[in-house]
């Protein structure tokens, strides 16, 4: 999408939210207009901040600790439409009950007092574990694989604004710490222009393990120069899947590591999956490992297809609680590990990053261990 097009949409939709807080929240709070007036004025500098957002990531290169008081606005009016919802049902349903009048203030009062409670603390609470990248460990067991071998899993990473060379420079050396067999990126590594991101990109080079590290694309990639994004990351000596497949391991001992491009490929014509050309390159006596970057790509895969195991992102584990119910509606699986079909397993990564605003609420972010065993 065109960066205008997007910053246009991006404020459009945000005004439309910022009018729906006001309407049926700020308007209908038991304090004095100047009170009210604040508080839309509140609501026009985060929609302001917004925009500010939205010229970081395209335009003007600003300081990270300004990038963050930018993008904080976009969380703030989630997390302020999701109060207002609520508020809204209850302030419904208080207005039906029979009760005296005395009463009837004293609830909308703590109605009132306890919406902006509650959106305060979850917006800290957001920023909190926003901050905090847990190690995630998972022991799944491999039909036919003949050794145990350990991978390191990292997702939807989006490298631009505050997810820096520092950020990933510690997200480094915390995966050498766990001395992998192999690390594995499902997708989303990248989502600035190439040129912003070499910086940051360049610190993956470091990554350590016995097989290497192994990369595919997904959707934020198509809209950053996928072209660009996959020759620049072939330079750090990382291994990019396209529709193909890798041995990793022993001989008689390993695994087929297979990675296909994302989904999004088929709505701009390119770049476009192609599971059955992936699988046409594997060993047919060894397991296999795909790497697919959303979990509804599991409608692609089908029991002939043996694949044992599928590593996934995308969903960002919802990254803003309630939007894990959203992320449901439009994928089969938002987090963990789960028995898809009798021979074929999925694990779906909460993401090493976040997109938009430093939040994240009841999804942290993660690097994860996996350990394979026969």
């Not at 929609?47 to 963050?68: D, T, V």
């Not at 000596?237 to 890798?246: A, M, P, R």
């Amino acid at each position: 999408m065109h960066p205008i097009l997007f910053t246009l949409g991006l404020l459009s939709i945000f005004a439309l939210l910022n009018f729906y807080v006001y309407k049926r929240l700020i308007f209908h709070l038991a304090i004095s207009q100047k009170q009210k007036q604040r508080l839309l004025t509140f609501l026009h500098f985060n929609l302001f901040g917004i925009f500010l957002y939205a010229l970081g990531r395209y335009y003007i290169e600003f300081p990270n600790s300004l990038y963050f008081l930018f993008s904080v606005p976009i969380g703030i009016i989630f997390l302020l439409v999701c109060t207002t919802l609520i508020y809204d049902i209850l302030h419904s349903l208080l207005k039906r009950v029979p009760l005296q009048p005395k009463r009837r203030k004293f609830f909308k009062q703590t109605l009132d007092l306890s919406s902006f409670a509650i959106a305060s603390s979850l917006t800290l609470r957001s920023l909190y574990e926003a901050s905090t990248l847990t190690l995630e460990e998972k022991h799944i067991k491999i039909k036919n694989l003949q050794k145990e071998y350990t991978l390191v899993q990292l997702s939807d990473i989006h490298i631009g604004g505050l997810i820096d060379a520092h950020y990933i420079q510690n997200v480094v050396k915390r995966v050498n710490a766990l001395h992998p067999d192999l690390v594995v990126i499902t997708g989303d590594l990248v989502d600035i222009d190439i040129h912003k991101a070499a910086h940051a990109l360049q610190a993956l080079q470091n990554l350590q393990s016995k097989y290497g590290t192994f990369f595919i694309v997904g959707n934020h990639e198509y809209f950053h120069d996928i072209q660009a994004i996959i020759k620049r990351v072939k330079t750090l000596g990382i291994h990019v899947l396209e529709n193909n497949s890798y041995y990793v391991g022993e001989r008689g001992k390993g695994f087929n590591l297979v990675g296909v491009y994302d989904l999004f490929g088929y709505r701009v014509n390119r770049y476009v999956p192609d599971l059955t050309k992936a699988l046409s390159q594997r060993e047919l006596n060894a397991p296999t490992i795909l790497l697919a970057h959303q979990p509804k790509f599991l409608q692609e895969v089908h029991e002939r297809d043996e694949i044992a195991l599928m590593l996934s992102g995308h969903t960002h584990g919802g990254q803003l609680f309630p939007f894990q119910a959203l992320v449901k509606l439009q994928q089969p699986y938002v987090s963990g590990l789960h028995q898809h079909t009798q021979t074929t397993q999925i694990y779906v990564s909460k993401g090493t990053g976040f997109w938009g605003p430093p939040m994240r609420l009841g999804a942290k972010a993660e690097i994860t261990k996996i350990v394979l065993s026969p």
